[in-house]
């Protein structure tokens, strides 16, 4: 089992960045491929990103592509989620997860792991 903790949400006005990152402990992460899910008040929680444990492949929801970019240095046993160009609609609490399998995938259930959140709120 891997241990996750989320940082670096916070308050962000449309339009600005902010950096979250995903530090695993544990285990290592290396061979995993690794995810961001996000809940907003009363919705369900839903895909953001998806990295592969090489970075050889990502995947993007509709809502953040181009907009979001996942990353991963497992020296560091971390995952990043960089987000530009903040909308009202990304305010959530976003999870860090594991899977144990292969490909970026995209579903809740393919995640064992979680974190317990950091809250991104976009407001001006």
């Known amino acids: 089992q891997v241990q996750l903790a989320e940082s670096g949400g916070g308050l962000a006005r449309p339009g600005a960045s902010l950096t979250l990152s995903c530090a695993a402990s544990g285990r290592s992460i290396d061979p995993f491929t690794m995810g961001w899910f996000r809940q907003a008040p009363g919705k369900d929680r839903e895909f953001v990103a998806a990295i592969t444990w090489n970075s050889d492949s990502t995947n993007y929801a509709d809502s953040v592509k181009g907009r979001f970019t996942i990353s991963r240095d497992n020296a560091k046993n971390s995952v990043y989620l960089q987000m530009n160009s903040l909308r009202f609609e990304d305010t959530a609490v976003y999870f860090c997860?594991?899977?144990?399998?292969?490909?970026?995938?995209?579903?809740?259930?393919?995640?064992?792991?979680w974190g317990q959140g950091t809250q991104v709120t976009v407001s001006s």
């Open positions: 997860a594991r899977s144990p399998w292969g490909g970026a995938r995209g579903g809740i259930v393919d995640y064992d792991d």
